[in-house]
T-cell receptor, first 111, second 116 residues
Framework: SQQGEEDPQALSIQEGENATMNCSYK?????LQWYRQNSGRGLVHLIL???NEREKHSGRLRVTLDTSKKSSSLLITASRAADTASYFC???????????WGAGTKLIIKP | DTGVSQDPRHKITKRGQNVTFRCDPI?????LYWYRQTLGQGPEFLTY????????KSRLLSDRFSAERPKGSFSTLEIQRTEQGDSAMYLC??????????????FGPGTRLTVT
């Protein structure tokens, strides 16, 4: 079963534009994480935001968390061709911090 | 390379055969996870270990699946009597768990299983 749902399922933008992806989840969480998956390169951790945090930055990434709406957004600024990948949100809701994943947003950056 | 490694990278087997995959985590990590991922979906949790103890196994996981982590180092995932529905990418990840902070998970490249 999947807890998170990313929106949109696919996003295609021009290089240099900003990309925003959203994630909604169903139950209360401890933390929410975003990962990136390139074809052939595996999953890479991007950022973790705790349930008591509202916003976090890492380089060109900005993540927000709204626990009242059970949603999070990932903003990638000044997109590059190398950002082309699938982006997943994963939440952990129990005392074991087991991650539950969404189906991902496929991001394509057009040169 | 000190990342997570998985072997083999690809496995083609006939229905009904048994297969075994291996995962070598990052050496200082105490947690090891197995996931399954099908095309267009996110990873689906299968099971995880803390050191050598298997702490949780997905309720969706068939009894044909078994995993071990002897001595708390590498892990193996065995699928018995494979079915075509087992075709997927099997991902291994490791992390260092300390107290309440879950730690980021580092993923291996995966083993792609095709059951014919």
């Amino acid at each position: 079963s999947q807890q998170g749902e990313e929106d949109p399922q696919a996003l295609s933008i021009q290089e240099g534009e900003n990309a925003t992806m959203n994630c909604s989840y169903k139950t209360s969480i401890n933390n929410l994480q975003w990962y990136r998956q390139n074809s052939g390169r595996g999953l890479v951790h991007l950022i973790l935001i705790r349930s008591n945090e509202r916003e976090k930055h890492s380089g060109r990434l900005r993540v927000t968390l709204d626990t009242s709406k059970k949603s999070s957004s990932l903003l990638i600024t000044a997109s590059r061709a190398a950002d082309t990948a699938s982006y997943f949100c994963a939440t952990d809701a129990d005392s074991n911090y087991q991650l539950i994943w969404g189906a991902g947003t496929k991001l394509i950056i057009k040169p | 390379d000190t990342g997570v490694s998985q072997d083999p990278r690809h496995k083609i087997t006939k229905r009904g055969q048994n297969v075994t995959f291996r995962c070598d985590p990052i050496s200082e990590h105490n947690r090891l996870y197995w996931y399954r991922q099908t095309l267009g979906q996110g990873p689906e949790f299968l099971t995880y270990f803390q050191n050598e103890a298997q702490l949780e196994k997905s309720r969706l996981l068939s009894d044909r699946f078994s995993a071990e982590r002897p001595k708390g180092s590498f892990s193996t995932l065995e699928i018995q009597r494979t079915e075509q529905g087992d075709s997927a990418m099997y991902l291994c990840a490791s992390s260092f768990y300390h107290g309440r902070i879950p730690g980021e998970q580092y993923f291996g490249p995966g083993t792609r299983l095709t059951v014919t």
